[in-house]
């Protein structure tokens, strides 16, 4: 696969055809999931999830590598970019996750933003109450593959009240988590 399939927009239908057209029913449920991503997983993972690899820096407007990210948190010139995985205890990768994030954030938020645990439940202990909307889904290559490899991902935008604080990617190691689409028109 040599190119992102995203949804039509940002229209909510858009986005229910998008996840109706995976053929696995826990692939549907995780994709359409309107936060708890890492609870999720590990529920699927029977097992702790733990942040594998990070890496936090500040990056020019332009460079955010999440497309929506300025167009939906506001023309900024810069923003804070954290790259992460979440692996199982054995080291096997369940997803590969980018976060653009405002820079002029509470310092709760920052802070989770910049530590080392999973970005959901650090701000669910910091007492940051995000709820998540549904911005894109599709099917995208899998960054960690040598050659490509077709993905589900989605992308949601984190608010906290009625601010948004970022947007973040989750891409889903197709290893574990099945991209394959539905054919046949049957649903």
Do not use: K, Q
Not at 61 to 74: E, K, M, Q
Not at 87 to 107: I, M
Not at 131 to 140: E, F, I, K
Not at 156 to 183: M, Q, S, W, Y
């Amino acid at each position: 696969m040599t190119t992102t399939e995203r949804t039509a927009g940002f229209a909510p239908r858009d986005r229910a055809d998008a996840i109706d057209g995976f053929a696995c029913p826990a692939t549907r449920l995780l994709l359409a999931g309107d936060g708890l991503t890492t609870t999720s997983l590990e529920a699927w993972a029977r097992a702790p999830l733990r942040i594998g690899t990070l890496e936090c820096r500040v990056r020019g407007g332009r460079d955010a590598p999440v497309a929506p990210a300025a167009a939906v948190l506001g023309d900024r010139d810069r923003f804070l970019v954290r790259g992460s995985t979440l692996a199982d205890p054995a080291g096997t990768v369940w997803s590969a996750n980018d976060v653009v994030a405002r820079l002029d954030l509470d310092e709760r938020i920052t802070a989770c933003l910049r530590g080392t645990a999973a970005l959901g439940p650090a701000l669910h202990r910091a007492g940051v109450r995000g709820r998540r909307s549904l911005l894109a889904v599709g099917r995208t290559p899998w960054p960690l593959a040598p050659a490509p490899v077709a993905a589900a991902y989605r992308v949601c935008l984190l608010r906290h009240g009625t601010e948004p604080l970022a947007v973040v990617r989750e891409i889903f190691n197709p290893a574990l988590i099945d991209p394959r689409p539905l054919t046949g028109g049957a649903r």
